[in-house]
Structure formats: C-alpha cells, structure tokens
C-alpha cells in the first residue's frame, strides 16, 4: 500500500493515475478507522479505480484542546485495516500539520448560507470553518472524481455540499448511510474511548431517537423533544447536549410539521467526557 505525507508527493501520483484515465474516489479521516469508515471505502472502490484515505486529525476544527489531544492517533493499525479492503488500490495520505497548514494553522473563514449555525455550529465554535478549510485543501490536492462521507456527520456532509457548490469545486459528493455497532450505536473513532458504564448506556442513543420517530408520526415536534429530554434528564449517566427536529434540506428546528418536507432528528449527548452525535430520518 502506498502512504504519502507530503501533498507534492501525492498530488503526482495522483496526476500520473489520471493520465492513465484511472478514476479517483477519496475519503477524507481522522483515523482510528472503524468498520464505518471501511464501508465508505468499499463503497468508493466499487465506484472508482483508485481510492485516496486521508488520516489527519485537523486541529482547526477541534474547538475544544483536550478533545484534540485525546483524539485516538493509529497509523499502523489503519493501513492494517486498510489492507483487509485492499492492498493494491487505496493510497494513503497521512501528511502532518506543516504539510497542511505550513506553520499558519488557521481556518478560513466560510458563509454556508447558515447551514453552519445551526446544531454542532451552536455548541463548536469555528468548527465547521476548520472542516471546511480542511476538505477544501485536501480536494485542491487530491482533486478526486468522488468524495464519501458518513451521513453520521449528516450537518458536515450538507456543508460540504454546499462548500463544493459555492466553490465550484469538479467533484461528486456521496453521502453514506450510517453504519452502527449491533446494539445501535452509530460507530465513531470516540467510540473506543467510551469506559464500560458508559458504553453499555449508549444505545440509548438511538433507542431514543427510534423512538422519537415513531412518536413524530402522531405528536409535534415542540412534543416529542420535550420527551426526548425528560427521558435524559432520568438517565442515570448520559447527558443531553441537544436534540432537535430540522427540516432536511435547511436544518433548521421545525416550527410547524407540512407533509410537503422531510424531517431529522439530531441529537448530541455527552458519555462522561466523549461526545457522541447521531441522527435519523423521520419521514
Ligand atoms: O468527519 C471527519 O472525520 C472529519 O471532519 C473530516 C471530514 C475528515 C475533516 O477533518
């Protein structure tokens, strides 16, 4: 398998695949790669030739330090997961922060058309500016036909829509549905981190948020998020950051339910100190 730290380096090989007409997917990380991640990969190998997996924790978009610095950081255990999907067509690009940022390591700043100031963009401060420099970096270097992300991060992937039509940048978003552990838990890097308690509460996550769909069927929102919250406030040791009802296509919070628009729900919830995030379709 190959793995490039420097843009040049992999900027050519990329330029020497495109010249042999070979189509590029890539799927932008921040490693401690999960079966969630791979399925993105399976998925951009069956649509591409070659396939591009950028392990980077970007530091721009961590509002919080501590977060950064305990993110899980596993190179050689990535590439050995890599390898399982395949050793001949996924590069590798695990540049350091100089590669990216050359000692300036600030964001741009983006207007998402408000997209960024709804949920995660209320509680991460400059968050979404820091992806957005990132996945616009990496798709100057990689300049790749696809691109796939988890639907997971269903507001960063509405963002990166709207980054890559705002800046005409030539390539195809995919949106991947979330993959969860067999107890519902949608799968993240932080899941790892989760001590034992806290990781037998989790699939109350998504417990809730089934239940919270099914109850949207009959009750309005303003109802079933009052519920959703009195069913945090009892739990034992998970607390609710937020949980919220927005319209599918603008994110934001719905005022009053038409058949004409399709609904999520988004919640986040903190597991002690680790954050946890899910969503689901309501409609
Ligand atoms: O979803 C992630 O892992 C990150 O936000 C991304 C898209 C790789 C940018 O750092």
């Excluded at 990329?14 to 790669?33: C, E, F, R, S």
């Excluded at 591409?48 to 970007?58: E, G, M, R, Y």
């Excluded at 600030?106 to 100031?117: A, I, P, R």
């Excluded at 989790?202 to 998020?225: C, D, H, M, R, Y």
Aim: with cysteine; proline share 3%.
């Amino acid at each position: 398998m190959e793995i490039y730290s420097d843009k040049q380096q992999i900027a050519l090989a990329i330029d020497d695949l495109k010249a042999k007409k070979l189509t590029i997917g890539m799927v932008p990380t921040m490693g401690a790669l999960h079966q969630g991640h791979l399925q993105l990969v399976k998925k951009a190998l069956l649509d591409n030739d070659k396939v591009v997996v950028s392990i980077f924790v970007n530091p721009t978009q961590f509002d919080n330090k501590d977060d950064l610095v305990k993110y899980p950081r596993t190179l050689d255990s990535d590439v050995e997961l890599l390898k399982t999907v395949s050793k001949t067509n996924i590069l590798v690009y695990a540049p350091t922060v100089d590669d990216i940022y050359g000692g300036n390591t600030v964001s741009q700043k983006f207007d998402f058309d408000g997209l960024e100031f709804e949920m995660e963009g209320k509680f991460r401060n400059g968050h979404f500016d820091g992806v957005g420099t990132i996945v616009k970096r990496f798709f100057d270097i990689v300049k790749p036909h696809k691109a796939y992300f988890g639907e997971k991060d269903f507001q960063q992937l509405a963002i990166i829509k709207k980054l890559v039509e705002k800046y005409n940048i030539p390539v195809k978003i995919v949106g991947c549905k979330i993959h969860r552990e067999a107890n519902g838990l949608a799968m993240s890097s932080r899941n790892t981190r989760l001590k034992p308690d806290y990781k037998t509460a989790a699939p109350f996550i998504f417990e809730t948020l089934n239940s919270a769909k099914e109850k949207f069927g009959t009750k309005s929102a303003v109802k079933v998020t009052e519920w959703v919250e009195k069913q945090f406030a009892k739990h034992d040791i998970l607390e609710l950051e937020y949980f919220i009802i927005s319209d599918t296509k603008t994110l934001k919070p719905v005022k009053r339910k038409s058949n004409k628009k399709t609904y999520r729900a988004f919640i986040a919830v903190y597991a002690d100190d680790i954050r946890l995030i899910d969503n689901i379709a309501l409609n």
